[in-house]
């Protein structure tokens, strides 16, 4: 039996209408504008990146998806996957002005607009400013605007919070629409696998299937106290989330404090040459996921996890914000020479750049909780 548990069903939020949330998710964003912008790579295999030993994948066209590419994958591995992989260089000033399109369309239904990244947004249509009437109508009205005005596809999902939206809006993806209605939460995320958790990786999926959770519904049996044993400040999300509940509203102007990522190895590293290659592709990884936040910071911090599970961090902060790529590497490769030589192997390597300015995102409680399940899982 459940105990602990303290949320309620947000789906009316304080008051008598239920919430009206849209997740809107662009198709394989990057890859599509460059097939747009260049009809010879239309049905073809693409990826967003670069296409070197060192390269890394920033996005791939679903037809390299079929091949098993994904962000944030080495290149080489790409290209052994999919030997025809045609690799595009990354054209973020295009990206962001068809991204500003896109936000624009949204601004035109609803205020309550909070971007994730330069290619999906949470939507609050509670109060339907059109008039409307209808959050799946109008979903439809702004995948059909987006279409006509910028040639591009985008997934959307429509429930009665943030968790349930953007699980809606993978469902039927590329070019999908799905409804989860008030009452059919709880059905609907006991029914997936828990891999399809935001913010459940790999990692965590194979803590939990040790555990004897597989699905949503293995994940309900569990009550608060067991979750909090075992997965400590993640147990109130995970909690929440096998019952469909999610109590956070969509913020239009919220402050973030880092943007970063960090790797764990198959094997441990030690020598000087391969931990300077792994530090370039976490280099293009961590900065993909700068562009798309359109951020700047001052502080960049470089996080080693030791063989032996200790944590050591080094951080610089510059006078001047870090606003290009090589702003961003220079200060990271002098993070890891001065540690150089390691005097043990690593497990994992992070890039993090923080004191930001102008960055819309989660929460701090959400930072917190990301924070958390990436030091968990």
Same mark, same amino acid.
């Given at each position: 039996?459940?105990?602990?548990?303290?949320?309620?069903?947000?789906?009316?939020?304080?008051?008598?209408?239920?919430?009206?949330?849209?997740?809107?998710?662009?198709?394989?964003?990057?890859?599509?504008?460059?097939?747009?912008?260049?009809?010879?790579?239309?049905?073809? =295999?693409?990826?967003? !990146?670069?296409?070197?030993?060192?390269?890394? $994948?920033?996005?791939?066209?679903?037809?390299?998806?079929?091949?098993?590419?994904?962000?944030?994958?080495?290149?080489?591995?790409?290209?052994?996957?999919?030997?025809?992989?045609?690799?595009?260089?990354?054209?973020?000033?295009?990206?962001?002005? $068809?991204?500003?399109?896109?936000?624009?369309?949204?601004?035109?239904?609803? =205020?309550?607009?909070?971007?994730?990244?330069?290619?999906?947004?949470?939507?609050?249509?509670?109060?339907?400013?059109? &008039?409307?009437?209808?959050?799946?109508?109008?979903?439809?009205?702004?995948?059909?605007?987006?279409?006509?005005? *910028?040639?591009? *596809?985008?997934?959307?999902?429509?429930?009665?919070?943030?968790?349930?939206?953007?699980?809606?809006?993978?469902?039927?993806?590329?070019? /999908?629409?799905?409804?989860?209605? =008030? !009452?059919?939460?709880?059905?609907?995320?006991?029914?997936?696998?828990?891999?399809?958790?935001?913010? $459940? /990786?790999?990692?965590?999926?194979?803590?939990?299937?040790?555990?004897?959770?597989?699905? &949503?519904?293995?994940?309900?049996?569990?009550?608060?106290?067991?979750?909090?044993?075992?997965? /400590?400040?993640?147990?109130?999300?995970?909690?929440?989330?096998?019952?469909?509940?999610?109590?956070?509203?969509?913020?239009?102007?919220?402050?973030?404090?880092?943007?970063?990522?960090?790797?764990?190895?198959?094997?441990?590293?030690?020598?000087?040459?391969?931990?300077?290659?792994?530090?370039?592709?976490?280099?293009?990884?961590?900065?993909?996921?700068?562009?798309?936040?359109?951020?700047? !910071?001052?502080?960049?911090?470089?996080?080693?996890?030791?063989?032996?599970?200790?944590?050591?961090?080094?951080?610089?902060?510059?006078?001047?914000?870090?606003?290009?790529?090589?702003?961003?590497?220079?200060?990271?490769?002098?993070?890891?020479?001065?540690?150089?030589?390691?005097?043990?192997?690593?497990?994992?390597? &992070?890039?993090?750049?923080?004191?930001?300015?102008?960055?819309?995102?989660?929460?701090?409680?959400?930072?917190?909780?990301?924070?958390?399940?990436?030091?968990?899982?």
């Amino acid at each position: 039996m459940d105990t602990g548990a303290q949320q309620t069903d947000p789906s009316t939020d304080g008051d008598d209408r239920a919430r009206k949330i849209i997740h809107v998710d662009m198709d394989a964003f990057f890859a599509s504008v460059e097939q747009r912008d260049n009809p010879e790579l239309r049905g073809k =295999p693409v990826a967003v !990146g670069g296409s070197s030993g060192r390269g890394v $994948v920033a996005a791939a066209s679903y037809e390299a998806r079929q091949f098993g590419v994904r962000s944030a994958m080495p290149s080489v591995t790409a290209l052994r996957r999919c030997p025809d992989l045609i690799f595009c260089k990354s054209r973020f000033d295009v990206y962001r002005e $068809v991204s500003q399109q896109i936000r624009e369309i949204f601004h035109s239904f609803t =205020p309550l607009v909070e971007p994730l990244s330069l290619d999906e947004a949470y939507l609050d249509v509670t109060d339907d400013m059109k &008039g409307i009437g209808s959050a799946t109508r109008i979903a439809q009205l702004i995948r059909a605007e987006i279409l006509a005005k *910028t040639q591009l *596809t985008a997934s959307a999902g429509v429930s009665y919070n943030k968790f349930l939206a953007k699980l809606a809006s993978d469902q039927n993806k590329p070019d /999908g629409l799905c409804v989860i209605r =008030p !009452g059919e939460g709880p059905a609907f995320v006991q029914s997936l696998p828990i891999r399809r958790f935001h913010g $459940v /990786g790999p990692k965590g999926a194979e803590k939990m299937a040790r555990l004897g959770i597989e699905t &949503g519904a293995d994940l309900a049996e569990r009550d608060l106290p067991w979750l909090r044993a075992n997965f /400590g400040s993640f147990a109130d999300y995970l909690y929440g989330a096998a019952r469909g509940i999610d109590n956070r509203p969509v913020r239009s102007h919220r402050t973030r404090k880092s943007v970063g990522g960090e790797r764990t190895f198959s094997e441990d590293i030690h020598a000087d040459d391969a931990l300077r290659e792994t530090l370039e592709r976490i280099i293009d990884i961590v900065w993909e996921r700068i562009e798309r936040a359109e951020a700047s !910071g001052r502080t960049v911090t470089l996080k080693l996890k030791y063989n032996d599970f200790t944590i050591h961090t080094r951080s610089q902060s510059l006078v001047r914000l870090v606003e290009t790529k090589d702003d961003f590497a220079i200060a990271a490769r002098a993070l890891l020479e001065t540690e150089l030589p390691l005097p043990r192997p690593i497990r994992l390597m &992070g890039l993090t750049l923080s004191s930001l300015k102008g960055v819309t995102s989660e929460s701090r409680r959400d930072a917190r909780a990301a924070e958390a399940q990436l030091s968990l899982f």
